[in-house]
Every structure is written in structure tokens, then in C-alpha cells.
């Protein structure tokens, strides 16, 4: 009798230890940061395939240029047809706003255009009807703040080089991404006959940011000295995933082979690894400075902004005026995308789409 009072003590005790294991698997997620997903080499092998041969029919085409076209066209297109805007959707959840991309594209010739997405093949997508059917590219999966979203843009890009020599800018949009005008404005802006009869270079689209704060900490995200010798600290850049590339930029990224072996590698300090905000404007910024605009042209609010996520607009606060602020910059040029909107801000805005968005 006297010797079983231990052995009740201890039961409450043990429930408890083998009880550890358990919530610690269900706990667990909600206080440790995701596991990154690391990119395997059948996947990277795949990319490389598909790189080769863009590179390969992009250096066809460009013999076969005319000595005639000017010299600002000749890295816009290596083709004579009308110069086209690829459109590459980045998701990995549905496309929320279609409809009001529908109407941006609406009485718009294919002669203008090419659409394409990457849609993250472990989340399930609804199959698109107008002009977004049969557009999903062969994707990989994705996860924010990690390498696969450099991989998943890269791949994009190459697949549009791939399928038209006529696309000649390359707009990378989230699925939270909206259009701040017209299809023809965003158009004649890109494609300014002004700059073409003048033999200017047309730039490429892309923030490249240096002296922010988080820069040093990001650069030693990987570990001290790791980006070195191919990425000094002078040469780190960071800036908006969001870009709007021209042919030639959109070459140099998927030729690249040196940066990335360093910015695909796993982060240490996962609360400073955004790779996919450093990759491109330092690439670009290393390999030709003077040909990007160092801004983006889709606006964001960092305003409140929780987890390294931008503030996020709520139907309440669509309005006309909210259309206007957004399309404002500190310079003459006016944004021509916006992010990031839930997905029960669709109904406002479609209500005001040809009154306000698209009537520029």
C-alpha cells in the first residue's frame, strides 16, 4: 500500500514526457520558421535544358537580324514582327483578380501580347477560361523567401523567350497584383516611338536599392563571407521582385550561371533571407547599371507592413482617389502596377475599372 504512492506520483510525471513528442509535432509549425525547400537536381537540371535551348533560338534569331534595325531595337526583339509585352504570372494560390485582367486585356490584338504562369503545383488552381486558358507553364514548387522563386522566374522568362522572338518586355506580376491603366498606355509608354526614332536604348524596369539598413544582414544570411568572391558587399543590391525586363536583361538572367550558385544556397539567418529581392538587382546592377531605370514601376505600401509582407488593401479602401494615389511617383513617370490587394477587392474595382483604372 505505503509503496504505491511513488509509482502514482510518477504517472502524471511520464503522461507528461510522452505526451512532449506530440505537441511538439503539432506545435511546432506555428513557432519554428517553414523549412526551406531546397531545389533538387532533376529540377535544376530541367531549368538548365530549358535555358539552353531559349539562349540557343534567342542567338538564331539575332543572325538573323537585319543590319538595318536600330541599334535601341536590336535588344528589345531580335524580330521585325510588333514588338509584344510577356506578361509572367507568379501564384500559388488563384488568380483572384482575372476578371479584371480579362477587361485590361479586352479588345486587345494577340499581336501585342503573350500571357504565362507559374502556378505552384501543390496548390490546387481552378483551370482558367479567356484569355488566362492553357497559359500555366511547366512549374516547380515555390515558397516565399526562398531560392525557388529566382527559379520560378527565371523559368518564366525563359519560356517566353522560348515561345515568341517577338516578346520583348517581361512583366513579372504576383497573383495580388493589379493594373493602374490601360493595356495601350502601359504599351506606348514601354515601347515610346520617341526613344526608338531617336535610337535610344530602352531600359529595363527594376528598383536597385543600395545603403538600406537590412543590407548587411542579408548579405550574411548565408553565413559570413559565403557570397564572396562572385558578390562583394559593395555589389549587393536589393529592390522589388517585381520587374518589367527587356529582352536583353531577360538573356543576361537566364545566362547567368555564377550568381546563382551563391544565391540558391540555404539561408542560416532565415529572418534575413529574401533572396528573391536581391538576386536581380544585383545581377543587373553588376552586369549593366546604366541600362535599368533603378525603379520599379508596380507600387507598394510598406506602410504597417507585418512579416516582411506589404501593407495590404481591404475593400474599404478602394476608391478612385486610393487608383490615383497609387499611379503617383516621386518622378514623371507613373506606376503602372499595384500590390497588394485581397481577393474581396475585386468587386470595387471592377465596379470602377473603365471609369478609373482604365481611363487614363
Known amino acids: 500500500m505505503l509503496s504505491s504512492a511513488p509509482s502514482s506520483a510518477l504517472i502524471p510525471t511520464l503522461t507528461l514526457l510522452l505526451s512532449l513528442p506530440v505537441l511538439f509535432f503539432f506545435l511546432a509549425p506555428r513557432f519554428l520558421p517553414p523549412r526551406q525547400i531546397s531545389i533538387s537536381l532533376p529540377d535544376e537540371l530541367d531549368d538548365l535544358s530549358l535555358f539552353h535551348k531559349a539562349i540557343a533560338m534567342d542567338s538564331a534569331n539575332f543572325s538573323r537580324r537585319p543590319t538595318h534595325l536600330p541599334a535601341a531595337k536590336s535588344h528589345l526583339s531580335s524580330s521585325l514582327r510588333r514588338p509584344k509585352i510577356a506578361f509572367l504570372f507568379l501564384t500559388n494560390s488563384p488568380l483572384h483578380f482575372a476578371p479584371l485582367w480579362e477587361r485590361f486585356f479586352s479588345n486587345v490584338t494577340l499581336k501585342h501580347y503573350n500571357i504565362y504562369i507559374h502556378a505552384d503545383p501543390f496548390v490546387r488552381i481552378p483551370p482558367s477560361d479567356g484569355v488566362f486558358k492553357d497559359k500555366i507553364i511547366p512549374s516547380k514548387r515555390t515558397q516565399r523567401s526562398s531560392p525557388t522563386l529566382i527559379s520560378a ?111 540558391k544556397l540555404p539561408c542560416l539567418n532565415v529572418d534575413s533571407c529574401y533572396p528573391e529581392e536581391h538576386y536581380f538587382p544585383t545581377l543587373l546592377s553588376m552586369q549593366d547599371p546604366k541600362g535599368c531605370s533603378h525603379y520599379t514601376l508596380t507600387r507598394v505600401n510598406w506602410t504597417d507592413s507585418v512579416n516582411g509582407h506589404p501593407h495590404t488593401y481591404h475593400p474599404l479602401e478602394v476608391s478612385p482617389e486610393l487608383i490615383y494615389r497609387l499611379r503617383k511617383s516621386n518622378s514623371s513617370y507613373s506606376y503602372m502596377f499595384a500590390r497588394k490587394f485581397s481577393p474581396d477587392c475585386l468587386n470595387p474595382l471592377m465596379e470602377m475599372a473603365d471609369s478609373v483604372i482604365f481611363k487614363d
Open 153 to 263: 522566374a527565371r523559368r518564366l522568362l525563359a519560356t517566353a523567350m522560348l515561345d515568341d522572338p517577338a516578346n520583348a518586355y517581361f512583366a513579372l506580376i504576383s497573383q495580388h497584383c493589379i493594373p493602374l491603366h490601360s493595356f495601350n498606355y502601359l504599351y506606348n509608354f514601354l515601347f515610346d516611338l520617341g526613344r526608338l526614332s531617336r535610337d535610344l536604348e530602352f531600359p529595363s524596369y527594376i528598383e536597385i536599392l543600395d545603403n538600406e539598413p537590412t543590407l548587411w544582414d542579408r548579405y550574411n544570411a548565408r553565413g559570413e563571407n559565403v557570397m564572396t568572391p562572385e558578390v562583394q558587399f559593395d555589389e549587393f543590391r536589393v529592390g522589388s521582385q517585381f520587374f518589367v525586363l527587356t529582352r536583353k536583361h531577360a538573356l543576361t538572367v537566364i545566362k547567368d550561371r555564377k550568381l546563382w550558385r551563391k544565391f
